[in-house]
T-cell receptor, first 109, second 112 residues
Framework: SQQGEEDPQALSIQEGENATMNCSYK?????LQWYRQNSGRGLVHLIL?????REKHSGRLRVTLDTSKKSSSLLITASRAADTASYFC?????????FGAGTTVTVRA | DGGITQSPKYLFRKEGQNVTLSCEQN?????MYWYRQDPGQGLRLIYY???????QKGDIAEGYSVSREKKESFPLTVTSAQKNPTAFYLC???????????FGPGTRLTVL
């Protein structure tokens, strides 16, 4: 069952701008993860944030988690053309992942 | 994608035929998973296995079957009972007890 829902569905930005996407989920979670998928390829794990964490950074990525609102956000700073991809949030329950439909990000040169 | 191979990359099937998708890993991970992805949608779990000779149904197991005879291999058979099999199929692995999963490059199945 799909637990997470990303917003917006699609995002187009200029190179160098920041990209922000949001994920909402329905039930309590142990952690939340973000994955990237380039067109026609497999998913790549970006970052995991645990339910007792509020913010986490990894390079140009910043993830926040608000368990009271059941939501998370992913910020990509100083975007590059190589960031063009679909981004998915996934919640974990009993070692199984539930994915949202994703946000498609297009970075224009 | 390194360490997880899926074959073939593209697969065409006639209606009524069974087909088997291969997933092999050399990461020594205990858990393996099969997902289905339809256009514009997220991934849905078909089957998963946390140990050799054991597997469980995911959210959309009907029309699919799996086996886990070796730690390295988790083949997925799409049977003729699957009414709408055209999709992108992704295999993933993960260490025992870990939440992060590692994905293969996928197999795109098209029913003609």
């Amino acid at each position: 069952s799909q637990q997470g829902e990303e917003d917006p569905q699609a995002l187009s930005i200029q190179e160098g701008e920041n990209a922000t996407m949001n994920c909402s989920y329905k039930t309590s979670i142990n952690n939340l993860q973000w994955y990237r998928q380039n067109s026609g390829r497999g998913l790549v794990h970006l970052i995991l944030i645990r339910s007792n964490e509020r913010e986490k950074h990894s390079g140009r990525l910043r993830v926040t988690l608000d368990t009271s609102k059941k939501s998370s956000s992913l910020l990509i700073t100083a975007s590059r053309a190589a960031d063009t991809a679909s981004y998915f949030c996934a919640t974990t329950n009993d070692y199984k992942l539930s994915f949202g439909a994703g946000t498609t990000v297009t970075v224009r040169a | 994608d390194g360490g997880i191979t899926q074959s073939p990359k593209y697969l065409f099937r006639k209606e009524g035929q069974n087909v088997t998708l291969s997933c092999e890993q050399n990461l020594n991970h205990d858990a393996m998973y099969w997902y289905r992805q339809d256009p514009g949608q997220g991934l849905r779990l078909i089957y998963y296995s946390q140990i050799v000779n054991d597997f469980q149904k995911g959210d959309i197991a009907e029309g699919y079957s799996v086996s886990r005879e070796k730690k390295e291999s988790f083949p997925l058979t799409v049977t003729s009972a699957q009414k709408n099999p055209t999709a992108f199929y992704l295999c993933a692995t993960g260490p025992w007890g870990a939440d992060t999963q590692y994905f293969g490059p996928g197999t795109r199945l098209t029913v003609l």
